[in-house]
């Protein structure tokens, strides 16, 4: 299967009580990291890599952009057997989508462009259905597009096959062919075109390509001198080589078109030491005025005033661990899986790049764990099996289960937001990563906690084994018993 930039695997569970995150004071900063905290942080990621059967992986610590570890593990070329260092280079996937973020609100700081636009100020020739989509919609994914890297449109019968080059003017004609899935700002859901459609926005105000514009105006002044546009002709130092995992084996990435490696979705190169540039340059005003910074860290309201059910601002997730504020993304792409995040109020950040693809990899675990490693109060709960006084919840899970490996549509049984979130590219990847493991495995739970947005209702975590394959699963149910929430992850041992 192949992976997409976004970094999730299944639907989103709800959240709630997010807020906007200013940056945290200078005081407090992180101490140089002792030989223990190293030799944990080493530990943790080997034991990780041979679990997760990642290749490569580079890990960044930060204090206010100050490197405390900047390290590579394991092979950045399996075939030439190259270690990972701190120069190597990995792909963006989605982590590339916040530089686009930041690029927009340049734009509006220059009053080239606002966020109340209408996009077809800039897309004319669009149907009627664009005029209502703003540009703060396509930032925070509420514009209602479809999503144009499905497997049907981009395989060799679809009108974005992965394998063909497009113009850009092209690929916008293509956009604009499909279907609009909901009114925009009524419902969140995370759309690669929504980006796409920025990247094209800015060649159109600046006359430049997102990717010359974005060099320009972040990546040279930052002296972020090894980050890039994707290329497979160019000689590029240090480069990385992405895999999959394919039937048990390791395969080299996919090939794709040098059109869907330069979209601004995610197509870009970096590597650990230039994105603890890019993190210093985020606690400051070097880029943005901070009430720029504080827009897109603040978690965007649909139309009914709520803020939306992932926690997303425009090109971040924000939320909290262990009631540390926390601002993050992950990414994926041709084999590649990244993961940013950011804990201002602890001064602290952490980057984990691999070179495996989304399916069987999860930096943003990693990452996680790492800043608990590094600061204590921020090391999530390790997910140990407990007891389960709801036995309800797990029976229900189970005949979902049985559904989704038969192919049924559970959409019906579902909130009308968790069944938006469902698209049937997610139902048959969900089904084809479940046929593994039901029927015949065993449901445990690991964890259960309290949805403050419904009182009564919960949240449960259940670990799905069989044999050595497991994943985990994220359920909770709405007062009238239909599904809200319904999540699937790589199995892992921490929160």
Not at 24 to 46: K, T, Y
Not at 362 to 370: F, K, L, S
């Amino acid at each position: 299967m192949r992976i997409a930039r976004i970094f999730l695997f299944a639907a989103v569970l709800l959240a709630s009580g997010h807020q906007a995150l200013a940056q945290g004071p200078s005081a407090n900063l992180v101490p140089p990291l002792d030989s223990q905290r190293i030799q944990s942080i080493d530990s943790f990621v080997a034991k990780e890599m041979a679990r997760q059967r990642i290749p490569g992986l580079a890990v960044g610590i930060y204090n206010r952009g100050s490197i405390l570890l900047a390290k590579g593990y394991g092979q950045a070329n399996v075939e030439l057997g190259v270690p990972v260092k701190a120069e190597t280079i990995f792909q963006s996937g989605s982590v590339g989508k916040q530089f686009v973020s930041a690029a927009i609100m340049m734009l509006v700081e220059e009053a080239k462009l606002s966020l109340d636009d209408s996009i077809t100020k800039y897309f004319p020739d669009a149907p009627a259905t664009w005029k209502p989509i703003l540009i703060k919609n396509l930032l925070s994914h509420t514009s209602g597009l479809s999503e144009y890297e499905s497997d049907d449109r981009t395989g060799p019968k679809g009108p974005f096959y992965l394998r063909l080059d497009f113009t850009e003017d092209e690929l916008v004609t293509k956009i604009e062919a499909l279907p609009i899935e909901f009114a925009p700002g009524d419902q969140w859901g995370y759309r690669n075109t929504n980006y796409v459609i920025l990247g094209v926005l800015i060649h159109k105000v600046t006359g430049k390509p997102y990717a010359e514009f974005l060099d320009e105006r972040i990546f040279k002044p930052l002296g972020m001198t090894s980050t890039r546009l994707i290329s497979d002709r160019d000689i590029i130092l240090n480069r990385a080589a992405g895999y999959e995992i394919h039937d048990g084996q390791l395969k080299n990435q996919e090939w794709v078109s040098p059109t869907f490696n330069s979209t601004a979705d995610g197509a870009l190169y970096f590597n650990v030491l230039d994105l603890a540039k890019w993190d210093e340059a985020l606690y400051g005003t070097r880029l943005l005025k901070q009430t720029s910074l504080d827009r897109i860290w603040t978690v965007y309201p649909l139309n009914d005033g709520k803020p939306n059910p992932s926690g997303y601002g425009f090109a971040w997730d924000i939320d909290l661990q262990n009631g540390h504020k926390r601002i993050h993304h992950g990414g994926a792409w041709q084999g590649f899986t990244c993961n940013i995040s950011r804990y201002p109020d602890d001064n602290l950040a952490v980057v984990v790049l691999t070179n495996l693809d989304a399916g069987h990899s999860n930096p943003g675990t990693i990452a996680h764990v790492i800043a608990g490693l590094v600061e204590s109060a921020l090391l999530p709960e390790k997910l140990a099996a407990i007891a389960d006084s709801q036995p309800t919840i797990a029976a229900t899970l189970a005949k979902t289960l049985d559904q989704l490996v038969a192919g049924a549509d559970i959409r019906q049984q579902t909130t009308a937001k968790l069944a938006a979130l469902i698209t049937p590219d997610m139902a048959k990847s969900v089904q084809q990563r479940l046929s593994k493991l039901w029927p015949g495995g065993k449901l445990t739970l690991v964890k259960r906690t309290p949805l403050s947005d419904d009182p009564g209702q919960f949240q449960s975590t259940f670990r799905l084994s069989k044999g050595t394959e497991a994943l985990l699963i994220g359920f909770s149910l709405a007062p009238d018993g239909k599904i809200s929430g319904l999540g699937f992850s790589p199995d892992r041992d921490y929160e």
